[in-house]
């Protein structure tokens, strides 16, 4: 029985578009402000992300982390 929360999947996107958004040069000091707020989005994403392993039965929860490790080490071996 899983239930997504909308809401924070779009905190998610957006933490995703920040954390790209850092990657590229801003000049000036617009250019330093925006760089500040998209290096506050990586671990807001990770915080996020986190929301959704955390689970009250904890074989549960290794599972699932188990399972997206392997997630994990699929995409960066097939990339």
Do not use: Q
């Not at 905190?11 to 500040?36: D, E, M, N, Q």
């Not at 392993?53 to 392997?70: A, F, L």
Request: aromatic share 12%; with cysteine; net charge positive.
């Amino acid at each position: 029985n899983t239930h997504r929360n909308n809401s924070l999947d779009t905190l998610r996107g957006i933490a995703c578009i920040f954390v790209i958004l850092g990657h590229y040069p801003f000049p000036g000091t617009w250019g330093g402000i925006i760089k500040s707020i998209c290096r506050t989005a990586i671990p807001f994403f990770f915080m996020l992300s986190g929301y959704y392993s955390n689970k009250n039965d904890k074989s549960r929860t290794c599972i699932e982390i188990v399972k997206r490790i392997h997630k994990t080490i699929y995409v960066c071996a097939t990339t």
